[in-house]
């Protein structure tokens, strides 16, 4: 059975045909216990391309045509996508297999979805992407779509131990995207590995740096993270070193402390203006939708104003920071995924990339076979989603390298 879309991208266009049915019971068989589908019927491509025949998986707030397209909300069950969303138009025309819908939590906003984390199903699989996450990583689809408002793609990549790219702000189309926060929400990706990821963005159409040499830069002092991600971080960083890659203090702890109370500033205000109709007609249905909306609509003009005014302040202090370390690491989330599903996990890593409109990955690090995923996200200066690719998969060759060596 093909699993890792590098797998299926090597495969001939026989095998992939074959690897269907497979793939087709393999969900079947899982996804009773993970419950990461809304539902699975595939969709045929549009057209031949380099995607031909490769299954992907789609958030349930991109519109599907003929699919059902129900943001996640109990209000909207049932409802039929009328037309294709952009990027789901583009994986069609490229071949891609449209294989079904996952599960997002409500309006992809807070509330905990049905979906289970599969490398530990008593723990949350994150935030609101986590159908997609999930699907990835019980290997019932080589690649999937998602959205990230705060770290809806990078936070679930982490949890479930797979490879989450959320590309620079607007690269990507969000038409036919339900939005939550419109300077903020950005499509992302999930996929096994770095080196997926990368051979997925060049059939977009992207270009991915084969070979780059970069400084990598690690905020100074720590982040504050949970003790297992701490000596995970730690444990990688030195790895990296006695491999001879570059590594240098970066001073902009603060900065990413502060950006997730702005993030939310423009989450909720932005949000309260995309709901407020739902939220007037349906407010005792719509959960935390319903809070975001209040919440949004208390804060004053000038406040919002002043969120953008500070995260364009930051992003021209963080332009100067890359100019020095091209790539800069930190914990991809606070800890290993949260047991329960009373919430999904806290976002403030991920947040402030989302805010800054900059390119950032999540690489699996490894952990013991008995241990819970652990994520090192990767972040670089807008426009550089090439180089950060390359780097990513040289940094995940490196790890998987060190582990070997350690276990031999």
Request: hydrophobic share 40%; with cysteine.
């Amino acid at each position: 059975m093909l699993e890792r879309f590098e797998d299926w991208w090597h495969a001939d266009r026989e095998a992939r045909q074959q690897a269907l049915v497979p793939l087709l019971e393999r969900v079947e068989r899982v996804d009773p216990t993970i419950r990461a589908w809304v539902c699975v019927v595939p969709q045929w491509p549009e057209a031949d391309g380099p995607l031909s025949g490769i299954p992907f998986g789609v958030k349930d707030i991109i519109e599907t045509a003929g699919l059902p397209t129900e943001y996640g909300s109990p209000l909207y069950k049932g409802r039929q996508g009328a037309i294709d969303a952009d990027i789901v138009t583009r994986l069609r025309r490229l071949g891609g297999l449209l294989l079904g819908k996952t599960t997002s939590c409500p309006f992809a906003c807070r509330t905990p979805t049905v979906t289970r984390n599969p490398r530990n199903l008593a723990h949350t699989p994150g935030g609101s992407s986590a159908g997609s996450a999930a699907a990835v990583a019980a290997s019932m689809v080589p690649f999937a779509l998602g959205t990230q408002t705060h770290g809806s793609v990078l936070r679930p990549a982490s949890y479930c131990g797979v490879t989450g790219f959320k590309p620079t702000y607007g690269l990507v189309s969000n038409e036919g995207v339900l939005p939550v926060a419109r300077t903020l929400d950005t499509l992302g990706f999930f996929t096994h590995t770095p080196e997926g990821m990368s051979l997925l963005w060049e059939a977009l159409g992207y270009g991915v740096e084969r070979a780059p040499s970069v400084v990598f830069g690690v905020p100074d002092p720590p982040l504050n993270v949970d003790p297992p991600m701490r000596d995970a971080f730690d444990e990688v960083v030195a790895k990296l070193l006695a491999r001879g890659f570059a590594v240098q203090p970066a001073p902009i702890a603060p900065l990413l402390a502060t950006m997730p109370r702005e993030n939310r500033i423009v989450e909720c205000y932005e949000g309260a203006r995309v709901h407020e109709a739902r939220f007037r007609e349906h407010v005792d249905r719509l959960g935390d939708v319903a809070e975001m909306v209040r919440e949004g609509l208390r804060i004053p003009a000038a406040r919002y104003d002043a969120a953008l005014a500070y995260i364009a302040e930051c992003r021209e202090t963080l332009t100067q920071q890359f100019g020095q370390t091209p790539v800069i690491l930190t914990p991809a989330a606070t800890g290993p995924a949260p047991a329960g599903f009373s919430s999904t996990g806290d976002a403030r890593m991920n947040s402030p990339w989302t805010a800054l409109g900059t390119p950032a990955i999540t690489v699996p690090m490894p952990v013991r076979a008995d241990a819970l995923p652990l994520g090192l996200q990767l972040a670089s200066a807008c426009g550089t989603d090439g180089r950060l690719l390359a780097t990513a998969s040289i940094v995940s060759r490196a790890l998987d390298t060190a582990g070997r060596e350690a276990g031999a």
